[in-house]
């Protein structure tokens, strides 16, 4: 699966963006997405990501800000983020792993095996 993120750019603190990782190749259904972001001189976190089954996991700092969703017919994987501020300025990736309906929901960057390019969000405060 080939991944593209995109829809990031700049925002004033406290606006929203809905960031969309679009995939291409065959059954997009089967994987878990997760969203990752990386700020400069910072190592990179989980934001979020949706099992192919629909359960969701979010970091703590991005809880009740930030809601991740998927269109599988669309084959794109979106990230709402609300309530944005200076903290959440980074580039943000999304990644795919294919899962088993009863696999846990991969939460580590080193769990997943595709990667897209990122997608720069910045925030003036």
């Known amino acids: 699966v080939q991944l593209q993120a995109s829809g990031g750019g700049l925002v004033q603190a406290g606006g929203s963006l809905r960031l969309s990782c679009a995939a291409s190749g065959p059954s997009f259904s089967r994987y878990a997405i997760g969203w990752f972001r990386q700020a400069p001189g910072k190592e990179r976190e989980v934001v979020a990501a949706?099992?192919?089954?629909?359960?969701?996991y979010y970091a703590d700092s991005v809880k009740d800000r930030f809601t991740i969703s998927r269109d599988n017919d669309k084959k794109t994987v979106y990230l709402q983020m609300n309530s944005l501020g200076p903290e959440d300025a980074a580039v943000y990736s999304c990644?795919?792993?294919?899962?088993?309906?009863?696999?846990?929901?991969?939460?580590?960057?080193?769990?997943?095996?595709?990667w897209g390019q990122g997608t720069l969000v910045t925030v003036s405060s």
């Open positions: 990644a795919a792993k294919a899962v088993i309906l009863t696999a846990s929901l991969p939460a580590r960057a080193d769990d997943y095996v595709y």
């Open positions: 949706i099992h192919r089954g629909g359960a969701t």
